[in-house]
């Protein structure tokens, strides 16, 4: 659970979320980013750190430019979670609500 507790601060921000939706369309450099959100580098820095910190990113060093990308997997991980959290638990089968979560416990 600790580990969706970091993506969970880390999407709490709306500029990380911003980088995150730009990175959807593919990876992109430290530069760019601070371009199209307009903030300054320390910024841009500290929120790469946190998506870093949560796994949500990948980063590629290529000469002295950092380029960042979505973690591919991390996002498969968290839509799953989000999936199991809106899925009611009759339709899951558990029987009772602390079935489902006696269920859940033990994944972890």
């Known amino acids: 659970m600790k580990k969706y507790v ?3 601060k880390a999407l709490s921000d709306e500029n990380r ?3 995150l939706l730009m990175l959807t369309y593919g990876e992109l450099c430290a530069n760019d980013i601070q371009e199209q959100l307009e903030l300054t580098q320390p910024t841009i820095s500290h929120h ?3 998506l870093q910190k949560a796994d949500l990113i990948r980063l590629d ?3 002295k430019w950092m380029y960042y990308a979505i973690n591919s997997q991390k ?6 979670l989000v999936q199991e959290i809106t899925t009611v ?3 899951r ?3 009772s609500s602390q ?3 006696n269920q859940q416990m033990k994944k972890e």
């Open 61 to 63: 060093r290529r000469g």
């Open 6 to 8: 970091e993506i969970f």
């Open 17 to 19: 979320l911003k980088i």
């Open 99 to 101: 079935d489902c979560y």
């Open 48 to 50: 790469m750190k946190v």
């Open 89 to 91: 638990c009759e339709a």
């Open 93 to 95: 089968g558990c029987g």
């Open 75 to 80: 996002a498969h991980e968290l839509c799953k």
